[in-house]
Every structure is written in structure tokens, then in C-alpha cells.
């Protein structure tokens, strides 16, 4: 299979009066602009679980913000609105089928998997087992 032929999962979560919203998992570029906008996400985290319920409670702009950009509105603030005017038990559904959608093996899994990755990287003051060269001596030399 060619990558330019891929296309993200994607599911139905329905909304009331039959209709129903496409979403899809977010991807770095989009945890990484609601991260930036809503740090305090971060602490609702557990170290493996997203608890969706505090997530509400907590946050309820970002809650809106994640529902929007899993629907292919990432900033859009008239998309986040109509997120947050749905009722608890649709923002629910959504919720919980982004973070399907996100994180298919879970996250768990998933942070153990960036643990590894980082866990593997080279010292950054290291290179090739030799120190690393001093910047501002090379930089007045």
C-alpha cells in the first residue's frame, strides 16, 4: 500500500434526531496545538488513563476544543461551540470514540511506547561517546 493512498479511521458517533457526526483519532500536530492552548489537560492524565468525566468538569473549553478537532475542526471556535452546546451524553460518546480513535491500543501502551523512545535516545551532550562540543567556543572561534 502507497502512504498518499492511506486515510485515517474515521467512525459515526451519532447525535440526537438521527443524525451523527464523522471524527477521527487527532493526531501530534493537533495534541500538540490543544496541548499548547490548554496545558492544565496534561494534569488530567493519570500516567495511562484519559478520564473523560474529569475532563469535563475540569476543562470543559478544552473538552469542547478535543470534540471539534476530532470532527476536522481543530480552532474552529464556532465547531467548539456547538460542541459545548451538546447534551453530556453526546460529548461522552465523542469523547470516548477520539480517544478510540487515538489511541486504538489504549494509552497505556501507548505511553509505554514514547517511554521506550525516549529511553533510547542518545545523550544530547554526548556524540559518538565523545563530549559534545562547547557552543560558545565554537561560536568566538
Do not use: W
Not at 493537533?30 to 484519559?50: E, Q, T
Not at 469535563?56 to 474552529?76: Q, W
Not at 489511541?103 to 521506550?116: L, N
Amino acid at each position: 500500500m502507497d502512504l498518499l493512498t492511506i486515510v485515517a479511521p474515521a467512525a459515526e458517533v451519532p447525535i440526537a434526531d438521527g443524525q451523527s457526526v464523522t471524527v477521527r483519532g487527532l493526531s501530534l500536530r493537533a495534541i500538540a496545538a490543544l496541548l499548547g492552548r490548554f496545558p492544565d489537560v496534561l494534569a488530567l492524565f493519570n500516567g495511562r488513563d484519559l478520564d473523560a468525566q474529569k475532563l469535563l468538569v475540569a476543562a470543559p473549553d478544552a473538552a469542547a476544543a478535543i470534540m471539534a478537532a476530532g470532527a476536522g475542526h481543530l480552532g474552529d471556535s464556532a465547531a467548539e461551540a456547538v460542541c459545548d452546546g451538546l447534551g453530556l451524553e453526546y460529548q461522552t460518546n465523542l469523547l470516548a470514540k477520539i480517544g478510540e480513535l487515538t489511541f486504538p491500543g489504549g494509552i497505556g501502551p501507548f505511553a509505554e511506547r514514547i517511554a521506550q523512545l525516549s529511553s533510547s535516545l542518545p545523550d544530547l551532550q554526548r556524540t559518538n561517546g565523545a563530549a559534545a562540543p562547547d557552543h560558545e567556543m565554537l561560536a568566538t572561534n
